[in-house]
């Protein structure tokens, strides 16, 4: 299931607000704040390798592979609303990754998650860019159960955060909600389960995301016609998999990767190692070990 505000809500529609200012219906320039960060690196060489120009925004100096690939780079808190409309101005969309990726203290998390991405949405509202794509979390929706018969979550079951973290992520995807409603904004929520350059331990068998599959997804994302306001799964194809592929599907994301490949390589490593094997939070919820009293905590 998806929700496409376009079809069953007239408040709003998406009119001529393509994000078709480039070939085969894809943005020609983006931004992508959290330019420097770990799923950036993963996604850029994909992106410009598709063709988009890339505007890098992050309050770091840009990477080496950052550097390489953007055509521009704004240097600047993901709070600075003017900064971020000088950065967005001439974008068909923004991808907005910047961002504390774990759970954190309070104040942090607010300030840089949700209090940034109200100022990404209000720059890309004002410097005239028709779509955002933000990354959300499976933690915003963590203490949601795994289906034990077999079947799929959707994606768009409803917020059930699991830390200040999915909190945060859950007020992401409301923002982006706010603003398809009210200004007519095209948004996409990625819901982004495990994304690694392979999975890490049993439950990441279920939750992975492929570096390669989140190129797939993001460019889906920016191109996909109509997509007024979207929750979508990040996710690969995974036999053990428990997310569902509908979202996806419906803007044309089909993923290819499939995290069983790496099953008997992450047990024989593992060895005597108890802590790749799924816990019993790992069993019962789609946020795991992270619905737990002391969740691990994002280290600076
Ligand atoms: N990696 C995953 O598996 C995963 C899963 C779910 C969601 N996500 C989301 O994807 C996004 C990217 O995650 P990542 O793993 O690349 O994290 P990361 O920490 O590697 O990258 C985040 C980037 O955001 C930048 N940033 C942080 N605070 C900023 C601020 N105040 N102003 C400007 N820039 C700031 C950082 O400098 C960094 O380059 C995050 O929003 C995260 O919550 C990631």
Same mark, same amino acid.
């Given at each position: 299931?998806?929700t496409?505000?376009t079809?069953?809500?007239?408040?709003?529609?998406?009119? $001529?607000?393509?994000?078709?200012?480039?070939?085969h219906?894809?943005?020609?320039?983006?931004a992508?704040? /959290?330019?420097a960060?770990?799923?950036?690196?993963?996604?850029?060489?994909?992106?410009?390798?598709?063709?988009?120009h890339?505007?890098?925004? $992050?309050?770091?100096?840009?990477t080496d592979?950052a550097?390489a690939?953007?055509?521009?780079w704004?240097?600047?808190?993901?709070t600075d609303s003017?900064?971020?409309v000088?950065?967005f101005?001439?974008?068909g969309a923004?991808?907005?990754?910047? /961002?504390?990726?774990?759970?954190?203290?309070?104040e942090?998390?607010?300030?840089?998650?949700?209090?940034?991405?109200?100022a990404?949405?209000?720059?890309?509202?004002?410097?005239?860019?028709?779509?955002?794509?933000?990354?959300?979390?499976?933690?915003a929706?963590?203490?949601?159960g795994?289906?034990?018969?077999?079947?799929?979550?959707?994606?768009?079951?409803p917020?059930?955060?699991?830390?200040?973290?999915?909190?945060?992520?859950?007020?992401?995807?409301?923002?982006?909600?706010?603003?398809?409603d009210?200004y007519g904004l095209?948004?996409?929520?990625?819901?982004i389960a495990?994304?690694?350059?392979?999975?890490?331990?049993?439950?990441?068998?279920?939750?992975?995301?492929?570096?390669?599959?989140?190129?797939?997804?993001?460019d889906?994302a920016?191109?996909?016609?109509?997509?007024?306001?979207?929750?979508?799964?990040?996710?690969s194809?995974?036999?053990?998999?428990?997310?569902?592929?509908? /979202? /996806?599907?419906?803007?044309?994301y089909?993923?290819?990767d499939?995290?069983?490949?790496?099953?008997d390589?992450l047990f024989?490593?593992?060895g005597?190692?108890?802590?790749?094997?799924?816990?019993?939070?790992?069993?019962?919820?789609?946020?795991?070990?992270?619905c737990?009293?002391?969740?691990?905590?994002f280290?600076?």
């Amino acid at each position: 299931m998806t929700t496409d505000r376009t079809t069953t809500d007239d408040r709003t529609t998406t009119d $001529d607000r393509t994000t078709a200012d480039g070939p085969h219906g894809r943005p020609d320039r983006i931004a992508l704040t /959290g330019a420097a960060g770990s799923l950036a690196t993963d996604v850029l060489p994909g992106l410009t390798d598709l063709g988009y120009h890339v505007v890098g925004v $992050d309050r770091k100096p840009a990477t080496d592979t950052a550097a390489a690939i953007c055509q521009d780079w704004a240097r600047c808190e993901i709070t600075d609303s003017d900064a971020l409309v000088t950065a967005f101005t001439g974008c068909g969309a923004v991808v907005h990754l910047a /961002g504390i990726p774990l759970e954190a203290d309070w104040e942090t998390v607010s300030r840089v998650n949700i209090d940034g991405t109200q100022a990404v949405l209000e720059a890309a509202r004002r410097a005239g860019v028709p779509r955002v794509v933000l990354a959300s979390s499976i933690h915003a929706v963590g203490y949601v159960g795994i289906p034990a018969d077999g079947g799929t979550v959707p994606d768009d079951v409803p917020a059930r955060p699991n830390t200040f973290y999915g909190v945060s992520k859950a007020a992401v995807e409301a923002l982006g909600s706010l603003y398809h409603d009210r200004y007519g904004l095209e948004v996409v929520c990625l819901r982004i389960a495990s994304r690694f350059a392979r999975p890490r331990d049993e439950r990441m068998l279920a939750t992975w995301l492929s570096p390669a599959d989140a190129v797939r997804l993001t460019d889906a994302a920016l191109r996909a016609p109509g997509v007024g306001f979207r929750l979508v799964w990040g996710v690969s194809a995974n036999s053990r998999g428990y997310l569902s592929h509908s /979202g /996806g599907a419906a803007i044309g994301y089909t993923p290819v990767d499939d995290a069983e490949r790496y099953a008997d390589t992450l047990f024989a490593e593992a060895g005597d190692d108890p802590s790749v094997l799924a816990s019993e939070e790992d069993r019962r919820f789609l946020g795991g070990v992270f619905c737990s009293e002391h969740p691990p905590m994002f280290e600076w």
